[in-house]
């Protein structure tokens, strides 16, 4: 993940810089290609081009754009390692099997022009459409939400979300080529976020079971999916191809729903606490009859899973609770929710050998060890954790921490590829694959900068039997199994033109070497995927500071994982 999130940040620094290094690099070389439609070759103009060093100490980033013959040069390109990227509205990179080229790496040496390279993008798709009620009258301020369907169990990304206009229109653009659900996601209904009180002017929530105004029967609207369900189970997939319009409208119809009740125990007197609902949708409603004994009732549930949350303010601490809920076809009563204090956890940094280093440059992250398969619509916070940035002196603080399972990582230095996690303890506890904890406690983290690296080549059989060097593979070094949750763990890296590639960072320890093409995310987390390729690797065990070379052979990614 630090490896992702350096590449992202250096590509964000070269959107904002203009033209190329301001002062030749002595031994510079060039590169000149070409940028073209598929199918049919057509030249594309105006496609902003980006070349971003992996190596930032020793290389540039450079941009251009195609001119009117889709055609591009970038002189003085100082030696290095480089990834290149495209960009066009209304297109996508590709390779030349059609797949999204989400790799795209070249090696530049000292005085070399690498002329007449291809690349080629790929027009994408659009979603449009029109959300109505059951009048037809348009609803405005809808999200609708495209989802792709992703290789591998319960796996959907979502890729945009469109909101409805006053005629209740939307349009959804830069979608590449796959199968796709569509969402639509009401606003929220004021009704359930209005204080409620029984005739006798009380509040709802003092009654065990308050009288539904509606004889019981509540409706609102619901988050809806193509083509006209409230059941994710039963949305139908679409299919796009490049270059599709696709019109898909929905109708909003009114559906039942149901309440909440519980009580929040505990509660010191003149305290009230905040009662949520979370789906996995990405909808949250606040209880507003919340009675000064604690009892609660949250509305308009819709059938489904949910986790209701408490939380309470004090002067030392804030107090929560929370529970997993389901909602099938009937009120939820007796929920009991029994806030305990959130803490702080601390952290201390050390660079190992080097105990006067300053190391305000790096972040330690700390986040939920299990966290569920399908994320729903839209991810949770938690699936990306706290940071604590760390001061010169290597401490650090997470606020307001919940008993739980939690994982770390460290950020920073030079982006991730000169360092790693050495030892991570709590207590005399190893946690470098994970902890669990319960209350204030300080966490001791060494990080060294002898990382290991693993270098080589990887090659496929041409139609003459011949091993061949293959470019834009990606190469994945899986950890042994216990450490596969740490999303750092996982050594990456691609091949460039010469079928070349370079993983660095690695922490010492025994991994397993893929070469992949047409790789999906990163579906190498998956463990079914994994075991699905345990055929294919190289297992390789590395040393503290040492280099190591592996001749890769390409692996090839079956159907079903495509």
């Not at 792709?148 to 830069?174: F, H, I, Q, W």
């Not at 029984?198 to 019981?216: I, L, R, T, V, Y």
């Not at 991810?379 to 706290?386: I, R």
């Not at 293959?470 to 950890?479: F, R, T």
């Amino acid at each position: 993940m630090a490896r992702v999130l350096f590449f992202v940040c250096l590509f964000v620094f070269a959107l904002g810089a203009s033209g190329q290094n301001a002062t030749p690099a002595p031994n510079s070389g060039e590169i000149s290609g070409s940028v073209v439609e598929e199918p049919g070759s057509h030249p594309l103009k105006k496609v902003i081009v980006q070349m971003i060093a992996e190596e930032q100490k020793q290389g540039g980033n450079y941009s251009t754009a195609t001119d009117a013959d889709g055609r591009f040069r970038i002189e003085d390109v100082a030696p290095g390692r480089y990834r290149i990227f495209f960009e066009k509205s209304g297109f996508a990179e590709v390779n030349g099997r059609g797949q999204k080229a989400d790799v795209n790496v070249v090696t530049v040496s000292t005085g070399q022009s690498l002329d007449d390279l291809a690349f080629h993008m790929l027009p994408t798709a659009v979603i449009t459409g029109r959300i109505a009620d059951e009048d037809g009258d348009p609803m405005t301020a809808v999200r609708v939400v495209i989802q792709k369907k992703m290789p591998g169990k319960a796996r959907r990304e979502t890729v945009s979300v469109a909101t409805t206009n006053d005629l209740g229109e939307y349009r959804a653009a830069g979608l590449f080529p796959g199968q796709y659900w569509v969402a639509a996601m009401p606003p929220p209904d004021f009704r359930d976020y209005a204080e409620h009180h029984d005739s006798a002017g009380h509040d709802a929530a003092d009654n065990d079971k308050p009288e539904s105004p509606e004889a019981g029967v509540e409706t609102r609207y619901l988050t809806t999916y193509y083509p006209g369900t409230t059941d994710a189970t039963l949305a139908s997939l679409l299919t796009l191809k490049a270059g599709d319009e696709m019109p898909v409208s929905l109708t909003l119809l009114p559906a039942r729903t149901y309440r909440i009740r519980g009580t929040v125990t505990g509660l010191a007197p003149g305290q009230t606490p905040n009662v949520d609902l979370d789906s996995k949708t990405g909808d949250s409603i606040r209880a507003t009859d919340v009675g000064p004994d604690g009892h609660f009732e949250i509305r308009g549930a819709a059938p489904g899973s949910y986790v209701v949350r408490a939380s309470v303010a004090s002067d030392s601490a804030t107090l929560t609770a929370r529970q997993d809920v389901a909602v099938v076809a009937a009120d939820v009563d007796n929920v009991k929710l029994a806030p305990a204090p959130s803490f702080s956890l601390f952290g201390h940094l050390r660079l190992d050998g080097q105990p006067t280093a300053d190391l305000s440059q790096y972040t330690v992250n700390l986040r939920q060890a299990d966290l569920p398969d399908d994320p729903g619509i839209f991810m949770s916070p938690d699936a990306f954790g706290e940071n604590a940035p760390v001061d010169r002196q290597g401490n650090c603080e997470w606020k307001n921490v919940n008993a739980g399972s939690y994982i770390l990582q460290v950020y920073g230095g030079d982006g991730g590829n000169g360092f790693y996690v050495k030892s991570a303890h709590l207590g005399d506890r190893n946690i470098d694959a994970g902890f669990s904890v319960s209350g204030s406690a300080t966490l001791d983290v060494v990080i060294s900068t002898k990382a290991a690296t693993v270098e080589g080549v990887v090659t496929d059989k041409d139609q003459q039997g011949n091993d061949v060097p293959v470019s834009n593979v990606q190469v994945v070094a899986v950890p042994e199994e216990r450490l596969r949750k740490i999303p750092d763990r996982f050594g990456q890296g691609a091949t460039d033109q010469l079928g070349r590639f370079t993983i660095r960072g690695l922490a010492p320890g025994t991994y397993t070497l893929f070469a992949w093409q047409d790789l999906s995310g990163d579906l190498y987390r998956d463990s079914d995927f994994l075991k699905s390729q345990q055929s294919n690797g190289v297992t390789v065990k590395v040393e503290e500071s040492s280099r190591q070379t592996v001749n890769l052979k390409l692996s090839a990614v079956g159907e079903g994982w495509q």
